[in-house]
């Protein structure tokens, strides 16, 4: 039975977590992922600005992890992170009862929630879905996840990209699934269109239960903020900035708005430009700048997601000194990078033994 869930335990900002590889491969480096979390958990200002965990989001590879190396992430969530922060994790599968393997190994290692991916595989429910005219693909999928762990769920709302709606569900799907499954406890806000972002923020803030809003992307910010359409966030961006944006929220909270102000223009935007600048390269440029920052040790990513170009990495490298962030030498900047030929050849050869 799908549980009625009307709390704001959920209003929290998530930290969607990459996943670091060993230094001379694609393996994923396990000591390496204990410490990325342990950053944020071991953090007493993330964990007073309400700071959370998704394990296994999009930005850590979900796509390409084996279900044991799925596990192993989750357990070393949970098992690192204070009493009261949530842990929820990603869910994916091809078929429905992979989706639903996934969400049910999840709930089973005892994370709090699930964070819903879209579904994938066919043209239908993928690249050539309309979310207008089909709300009850959506609707049914995110159920049979509800009905299989009764956990809280975060939905993650890509959809092919509309002028209306920008990348991100229509309204007529975000109404279905919110009304019809309650367990829904936050949606992400990735519309690329403002108007649709008020549309969809306002929306949720006019149900009879409370659905988080959960911001991502970084235009509008401070207009949301004041406009009370903020309950937390699910970003990448704490791989790699979880500094600035952790005093940029205490300087909103204390009413300081030339602090935030200084902080969200000199530290935050000029990354987080570059990084949206393309939405084709957005996770691959994650994972540099989460590199850069030393939380892993080199960004490549496995294939078929494409290793980053040099000059992607030359640009973040420079906006990150801009922003006053500690980086990696650039003695490790060119030795890391030298290995992408070493470390793809191990995939090639892999595949064909």
Not at 19 to 29: C, E, G, I, K, T
Not at 31 to 40: A, E, G, I, N, Q
Not at 163 to 175: F, R
Request: a negative charge.
């Amino acid at each position: 039975m799908i549980p009625y869930i009307n709390s704001h335990e959920y209003d929290r900002f998530y930290a969607a977590l990459v996943l670091p590889y060993q230094a001379d491969s694609l393996a994923v480096d396990l000591d390496d992922y204990r410490k990325l979390v342990r950053y944020f958990t071991q953090d007493e200002k993330f964990i007073a600005t309400r700071g959370a965990l998704i394990a296994n989001p999009e930005a850590g590879e979900i796509f390409y992890m084996t279900p044991e190396e799925r596990a192993a992430t989750i357990k070393i969530a949970l098992e690192e992170r204070p009493a009261g922060m949530p842990v929820f994790a990603g869910a994916y599968g091809v078929r429905m009862e992979d989706v639903i393997a996934s969400a049910v190994q999840a709930k089973t290692l005892g994370a709090d929630g699930i964070f819903v991916l879209p579904p994938t595989g066919t043209a239908e429910v993928s690249i050539s879905i309309n979310g207008s005219r089909n709300p009850e693909i959506w609707t049914d999928y995110v159920r049979a996840i509800a009905e299989a762990t009764e956990l809280p769920l975060i939905i993650h709302p890509a959809h092919p990209y509309t002028q209306q709606w920008g990348g991100a569900l229509p309204i007529e799907t975000v109404q279905s699934v919110v009304e019809s499954i309650p367990s829904v406890v936050g949606w992400k806000m990735i519309y690329g269109v403002e108007h649709a972002h008020f549309h969809v923020a306002r929306y949720l803030r006019s149900l009879p239960r409370h659905v988080a809003v959960l911001n991502e992307t970084h235009f509008g910010l401070h207009t949301c903020l004041m406009c009370d359409l903020v309950d937390g966030a699910v970003q990448g961006y704490y791989n790699y900035g979880k500094e600035p944006a952790i005093e940029h929220a205490l300087a909103w909270q204390r009413g300081d708005l030339a602090a935030a102000k200084r902080i969200y223009t000199e530290q935050i935007v000029p990354v987080r430009e570059y990084l949206y600048s393309d939405s084709s390269r957005l996770h691959i440029r994650y994972k540099i700048a989460a590199w850069l920052r030393g939380r892993c040790s080199h960004p490549f990513m496995r294939p078929p997601m494409p290793p980053p170009r040099r000059e992607e990495a030359e640009t973040m490298y420079g906006l990150l000194q801009q922003s006053r962030l500690s980086i990696i030498s650039r003695e490790a900047f060119e030795a890391d990078l030298a290995r992408q030929e070493a470390i793809l050849k191990k995939v090639r050869h892999a595949v064909l033994v």
